[in-house]
């Protein structure tokens, strides 16, 4: 039942970041606040595992380094406040470690990422520069738990079990 509870309060936090993010580029930090320990939480409750969370945050930390490589190549500024990587971007990460297992965790990155370059280039490029990278994941977030809400998934969230074939 707290899983249930859980999950649609998160499904509302992603609801919003990915409003705030759409209409305004700027989150409410308090979202992010409400997310992580939500997510926390639903981790904890579906046997959280630290090996997971460890393998995702070494994933994020290399992405990271991958983004500020390439802004420190092209002499951009290395804060997280300016218009190729912002504070939210990286606050939405935190709360998706708690979320999957690595391997779910990197096929639902990778995909989310294509997504938003999707939407960038078909309804924002013309309007705005700036990707709203952490309102993208957010919806991506949103199908993803209604999908688990509905019986789509296989408890494939927390569990890489669902790639091995039996043959």
Not at 111 to 128: P, V
Request: aromatic share 18%; charged share 10%; glycine share 8%.
């Amino acid at each position: 039942m707290l899983d249930l509870i859980l999950e649609i309060l998160l499904i509302g936090i992603f609801g919003r970041i990915a409003f705030e993010d759409f209409k305004t580029r700027q989150v409410h930090l308090l979202l992010f606040v409400f997310g992580f320990l939500t997510a926390v939480l639903l981790s904890i409750e579906r046997s959280f595992h630290y090996e997971f969370l460890l393998f995702n945050m070494v994933f994020v930390l290399i992405n990271l380094l991958a983004v500020f490589g390439y802004g420190f190549i092209k002499g951009k500024s290395l804060t997280l406040n300016n218009k190729w990587f912002g504070l939210g971007d990286l606050l939405m990460w935190s709360i998706l470690i708690f979320c999957f297992s690595p391997i779910n965790f990197i096929l639902f990155f990778i995909g989310s990422l294509f997504f938003s370059l999707l939407t960038y280039i078909f309804f924002f490029r013309k309007h705005n520069t700036l990707i709203p990278l952490a309102g993208n994941q957010s919806l991506c977030m949103v199908i993803v738990i209604l999908g688990d809400l509905l019986g789509v998934s296989i408890n494939f969230l927390l569990n890489d079990m669902w790639i091995v074939l039996d043959v």
